[in-house]
């Protein structure tokens, strides 16, 4: 199972909306849907956002959004805050392979 | 309230195996639905999934790393083991272990411990 492909880096002005995206293949991403994204300010622990596609754990705002099409997985932040700066992993669990794979990480800055 | 905390060695010597434990509390290993698994994160790069261990002692590996680890639990401590063989130095990183409950956010690793850097040098 490879890593989930996401883009190094992606920025957005306060107030805007960003867009990561993570993207495997019709054996992974496309045909699972145990996707989950992940905060991680820097020095600190992950934080989980968003589970199984779209679901957000309670305490997350809804600002945080996911979802997927195809082979590609995508969390959206809407109305960006200075606070929203960090890396942000995807992950995918298989039942096929019964483990999980994280994506490369997406450096998230706020302009 | 769930927490988890890891520890161990903070240096490790080439060829040594690497033993970290996690304590964690606020949750039963043997609720059916629960697990805790290992992740780590070499510096500056991404997060890497290592082992997972379910209520029932269904234990599951990384396929890349599976014949160098080695995952067991002691319910009655509220820990989990995470032994590594054969260490290298390309295995530096921070080590985390991460709970996960089926029955709340199935797949998804929803409360880290705070994570514990182990460096691999002679």
């Known amino acids: 199972q490879s890593a989930l492909t996401q883009p190094p880096s992606v920025s957005g002005s306060p107030g805007q909306s960003v867009t990561i995206s993570c993207t495997g293949t019709?054996?992974?991403?496309?045909?699972?849907?145990?996707v989950s994204w992940y905060q991680q300010p820097p020095g600190t622990a992950p934080k989980l956002m968003i589970y199984?596609?779209?679901n957000r754990p309670s305490g997350v705002p809804d600002r945080f959004s996911g979802s997927k099409s195809g082979n590609t997985a995508s969390l959206t932040i809407s109305g960006l805050q200075a606070e929203d700066e960090a890396d942000y992993y995807c992950?995918?669990?298989?039942?096929?392979?019964?483990?999980?794979?994280f994506g490369g990480g997406t450096k998230l800055t706020v302009l | 309230q769930i927490t988890l905390k890891e520890s161990g060695p903070t240096l490790v010597k080439p060829t040594q195996t690497l033993t970290l434990t996690c304590t964690f509390s606020?949750?039963?290993?043997?609720?059916?639905?629960?697990?805790v698994g290992w992740i780590r994160q070499p510096p500056g790069k991404a997060l890497e999934w290592l082992a997972l261990?379910?209520?029932?002692?269904?234990?599951r590996y990384s396929p890349s790393l599976k014949s160098r680890l080695t995952i067991t639990k002691d319910t009655s401590k509220n820990q989990v083991v995470l032994t590594m063989t054969n260490m290298d130095p390309v295995d530096t990183a921070t080590y985390y272990c991460?709970?996960?409950?089926?029955?709340?956010?199935?797949?998804?690793?929803?409360?880290w411990g705070q994570g514990t850097m182990v460096t691999v040098s002679s």
């Open positions: 199984e596609v779209s």
């Open positions: 606020g949750f039963s290993l043997s609720t059916s639905g629960v697990g």
């Open positions: 019709s054996s992974d991403v496309g045909s699972y849907n145990r």
């Open positions: 991460a709970h996960i409950d089926y029955g709340d956010a199935p797949g998804a690793f929803d409360i």
């Open positions: 992950s995918l669990y298989t039942s096929s392979s019964t483990s999980w794979v």
């Open positions: 261990i379910y209520w029932d002692d269904d234990k």
